[in-house]
C-alpha cells in the first residue's frame, strides 16, 4: 500500500471512531451506555441493523463465495423480508411494551429465571464464537498486506475496536454506522466499477453477466427440493425466514439496535427499511464476485490467491516443482482468454455452436486448471503442513491489491475494517448488556448503584472483546467466513427461536417444560450437524419446531401425571 492508501484508510477508521465517541459523549447511566436513552431515528436503526450483520466477512468473504460457487447463496436471504414483517407485527410491540434491556427479559417474565438464562447462554455462546470470526476476517487482510503475524493483527484490531466501544456504548455504535455504511457502499459500487472498466474494451457489463451465466455463476435459483441442498429456494425461503426470525428477532446485538429507537413506529420503519435493501445490498455484493470471476477469464488468474502461502513455495526446496505447476497454469489462463473471447463473440452473434463449443471448451481447461491447482495445494501441505489451503477469502482483496490504483485501494481496505468495526462494535454491546442485565444483574449483583452498573457494562464490553481476539487466533482453518459464521448462528438461533415462539403462542406451556425442550431440541441439533449431511439451514426450522413439539409432549406428560 501506498502513503495515500495509509491516509485514506486512517483517515476513514480514525473519522468514524472519534465522531461516534464524541456523539456519545455524556452516557452517564446504564440506560444511555446500552440503549442509547431511546433517541435513535428510524433511518439510523435501519443503517445500524444492517451495519451490523454486514460484517467485513460480507465483503471479504461473499465475492469469493459468488466467484467459486456463483450466485446461489443470494437465496439464503429470501426468507428475509417475509421475517421483518413478521418480527415488526409480533416481536416489537412486546418489546417495547415491557421496556426491556435484553429480549431475554421477556422470557422470564413469560416462563422463569432459568429458561431466561439458558436463551441468553446460548446467545452468548453463538455471539461469541461469531464475534471472533468477524474480528478474523480484516485481520486476515492486514497481515496478508503487510505481512504482519496474524496474532498480532488480531490484538491491533480487536484493541481499537474494544477502546472505541468501551467509551462510546450503544449511541457510538449507532453513530459510527451511517458513516460506515456510506463509506462501505461507496466503496463497493467503485470496485464493481472497476471490475468492469478493466474489462477488454468489447466486453461491457451486460456480456460479463451473460458470460457469467454461461459458465455456471449466475445459478439464483434452484428449484429442487433436497434437505442436503445448502443453498436451494426452498432451504432460503423456509430456512432463511427462521434464521432471519431468529436473528433480527431474538440476537441481542440485532434487538439492541432496533430498542434503541425512539419509539415502536421508528422500530418497524428501521426494521422494513432493512428488509427493503438487504437482498438487493447482497445481490449486488455477489454479484461482484461474478464479475471478478469474468475477469480473470481474460486476466491472468493466480494458480492460488494467498500470495503468503505461494511465496513459501518460492523459498522452499519445492521451487523448481512450483515453477512448473506456475508455467502449466499460465498455459490454461491463455487457453480460458481465447475461449472465452470466441464465448463472447457467439453470444453477440447469437451462434449456438460457437457458444456450445467454446463453453465446453472452458470447462474442459477448468477442470484441467482444477487438477493442476490441487498439485499446487500438495506441494504447500508438503513444504508446510500447517498452509492455509482454502484461498476463498483472498480473491476479493488479491484483485484489490493487484489491480486497483492507490487511494482507491485503501479506501476498498477502510471498507473492509469499516464492516468490521461496525459489526464488531455491535456484538460487544449486545454481549456485554446480555451478560450484565441476564446474568450479573439478575443473579449475582441484584441491588447496586447505576455508576456501578454502567462501571460493569465497560468491563463486560472489554472482556467479550478480549474473548473474540482469543476466538480469532483459532479461526484459520474455517474456509469460505460468510458460510462458517451462518453455519454457526444456525447451530444455535433455531433453538433460541422455538424458545420465544412458545412463549409468543402458546399461553399454557410453563418454563420448565420450555427449559427441558429447549435443552434437547439444542442436543438434537448439535447431532445433525456432527453426524448428517442436513443442510444447515434446515437446523434453524427443525430447532424451532423440535422445541415446539417438545415443550407440548412434557407439558401434556406433567398433566398427565397429575390426573393420574
Known amino acids: 500500500?501506498?502513503?495515500?492508501?495509509?491516509?485514506?484508510?486512517?483517515?476513514?477508521?480514525?473519522?468514524?471512531?472519534?465522531?461516534?465517541?464524541?456523539?456519545?459523549?455524556?452516557?452517564?447511566?446504564?440506560?444511555?451506555?446500552?440503549?442509547?436513552?431511546?433517541?435513535?431515528?428510524?433511518?439510523?436503526?435501519?443503517?445500524?441493523?444492517?451495519?451490523?450483520?454486514?460484517?467485513?466477512?460480507?465483503?471479504?468473504?461473499?465475492?469469493?463465495?459468488?466467484?467459486?460457487?456463483?450466485?446461489?447463496?443470494?437465496?439464503?436471504?429470501?426468507?428475509?423480508?417475509?421475517?421483518?414483517?413478521?418480527?415488526?407485527?409480533?416481536?416489537?410491540?412486546?418489546?417495547?411494551?415491557?421496556?426491556?434491556?435484553?429480549?431475554?427479559?421477556?422470557?422470564?417474565?413469560?416462563?422463569?429465571?432459568?429458561?431466561?438464562?439458558?436463551?441468553?447462554?446460548?446467545?452468548?455462546?453463538?455471539?461469541g464464537l461469531a464475534s471472533g470470526l468477524t474480528l478474523y476476517a480484516p485481520s486476515l487482510i492486514l497481515s496478508a498486506i503487510l505481512g504482519w503475524n496474524i496474532y498480532y493483527t488480531n490484538l491491533f484490531i480487536g484493541g481499537f475496536v474494544i477502546i472505541y466501544t468501551v467509551a462510546g456504548g450503544s449511541k457510538a455504535v449507532s453513530y459510527t454506522h451511517l458513516h460506515q455504511m456510506s463509506i462501505i457502499f461507496i466503496g463497493m459500487f467503485l470496485a464493481g466499477f472497476m471490475i468492469v472498466h478493466l474489462l477488454p474494451q468489447d466486453i461491457g457489463f451486460t456480456d460479463a453477466v451473460k458470460i457469467g451465466g454461461k459458465l455456471?455463476?449466475?445459478?439464483?435459483?434452484?428449484?429442487?427440493?433436497?434437505?442436503?441442498?445448502?443453498?436451494?429456494?426452498?432451504?432460503?425461503?423456509?430456512?432463511?425466514?427462521?434464521l432471519a426470525l431468529a436473528y433480527f428477532g431474538t440476537d441481542q446485538s440485532q434487538v439492541s439496535r432496533h430498542l434503541s429507537a425512539k419509539d415502536l413506529k421508528q422500530s418497524r420503519l428501521g426494521l422494513l427499511m432493512n428488509g427493503f435493501m438487504k437482498v438487493p445490498m447482497q445481490f449486488f455484493i455477489f454479484l461482484i464476485g461474478v464479475l471478478l470471476f469474468v475477469f480473470y477469464q481474460f486476466k491472468p488468474a493466480p494458480v492460488f490467491f494467498n500470495n503468503t502461502e505461494t511465496a513459501k513455495l518460492e523459498n522452499s526446496i519445492y521451487k523448481t516443482e512450483w515453477n512448473v505447476i506456475e508455467a502449466q497454469h499460465a498455459k490454461f489462463n491463455d487457453i480460458k482468454r481465447e475461449q472465452t473471447l470466441l464465448l463472447n463473440q457467439g453470444l453477440k452473434e447469437g451462434n449456438e455452436t460457437t457458444i456450445a463449443l467454446s463453453t465446453a471448451a472452458i470447462k474442459k481447461n477448468e477442470k484441467e486448471q482444477f487438477l493442476n491447482r490441487e498439485k499446487a495445494i500438495g506441494l504447500m501441505q508438503k513444504n508446510d503442513p500447517k498452509a492455509e489451503t482454502n484461498d476463498t477469502n483472498y480473491i476479493f482483496l488479491r484483485f484489490v491489491m493487484d489491480y486497483l490504483p492507490h487511494g482507491l485501494i485503501g479506501l476498498l481496505i477502510a471498507v473492509i475494517f469499516a464492516a468490521s468495526m461496525q459489526s464488531k462494535s455491535a456484538e460487544l454491546n449486545a454481549l456485554a448488556s446480555s451478560s450484565i442485565v441476564d446474568i450479573y444483574k439478575r443473579s449475582f449483583v441484584k441491588k447496586a448503584s447505576e455508576t456501578h452498573y454502567l462501571r460493569a457494562s465497560k468491563w463486560a464490553t472489554a472482556l467479550w472483546g478480549v474473548y473474540a481476539i482469543g476466538v480469532a487466533m483459532f479461526a484459520s482453518k474455517l474456509g469460505s467466513l460468510i458460510e462458517a459464521v451462518n453455519v454457526l448462528g444456525s447451530l444455535f438461533y433455531g433453538t433460541i427461536l422455538g424458545i420465544f415462539l412458545v412463549g409468543f403462542m402458546f399461553k399454557r406451556v410453563t418454563g420448565s417444560s420450555s427449559f427441558y425442550a429447549a435443552l434437547i431440541s439444542e442436543s438434537i441439533v448439535l447431532y445433525m450437524y456432527f453426524y448428517t449431511q442436513v443442510g444447515f439451514l434446515w437446523f434453524n426450522v427443525f430447532g424451532s419446531l423440535m422445541v415446539i413439539g417438545f415443550s407440548f409432549a412434557i407439558q401434556m406428560g406433567k398433566m398427565l401425571g397429575k390426573k393420574q
Not at 468514524?16 to 435513535?40: N, Q, V
Request: charged letters at 15%; aromatic letters at 16%.
Open 216 to 242: 455456471g455463476k449466475m445459478n439464483l435459483i434452484d428449484l429442487k427440493f433436497d434437505f442436503n441442498n445448502k443453498y436451494n429456494i426452498w432451504s432460503g425461503i423456509i430456512g432463511g425466514f427462521f
Open 1 to 127: 500500500m501506498s502513503i495515500l492508501d495509509w491516509i485514506v484508510l486512517l483517515a476513514s477508521l480514525l473519522g468514524i471512531a472519534g465522531y461516534g465517541m464524541y456523539k456519545s459523549r455524556g452516557s452517564k447511566t446504564m440506560e444511555s451506555y446500552l440503549r442509547g436513552d431511546h433517541s435513535i431515528p428510524w433511518y439510523m436503526v435501519g443503517l445500524s441493523i444492517m451495519a451490523t450483520q454486514a460484517s467485513a466477512i460480507t465483503f471479504l468473504s461473499a465475492p469469493g463465495q459468488a466467484y467459486t460457487d456463483g450466485m446461489r447463496f443470494v437465496q439464503y436471504y429470501l426468507g428475509l423480508p417475509i421475517a421483518m414483517v413478521v418480527i415488526c407485527i409480533f416481536f416489537l410491540p412486546i418489546y417495547h411494551r415491557l421496556n426491556i434491556y435484553t429480549a431475554y427479559e421477556y422470557l422470564e417474565n413469560r416462563f422463569d429465571q432459568k429458561t431466561r438464562a439458558l436463551t441468553s447462554l446460548l446467545f452468548l455462546t453463538q455471539r
